[in-house]
């Protein structure tokens, strides 16, 4: 019950589905750094991080600075006026 009321089935399928593009990018840095004699070596570096995943870092940490201020703002307005629910 709590595997689906904690939304696992949802962060398997973004885990898998980064998982894949992972290895599409190791497996593309190997074929350019020249075939199998230098994947042995090159194996344990990883391809640099592209534009696109310093976006997606950056709007993650900005959107949980984002809403951990909401957050506490709401609950401070809440306490400061007396808001009751309807």
Sequence with gaps: MWYYLGL??????????????MQKKIAAATASAGGAAVADE?????????????????FFIVFGIISAVAG??????????????A
């Design 72 to 85: 506490v703002l709401s609950n401070v307005y809440v306490q400061m006026f007396d808001v009751d629910e």
């Design 8 to 21: 696992f089935p949802i962060w398997t399928s973004i885990a898998n589905h980064g998982n894949n593009h």
């Design 42 to 58: 090159s194996k344990e570096v990883l391809p640099p991080p592209s534009k696109w995943d310093f976006g997606v870092c950056l």
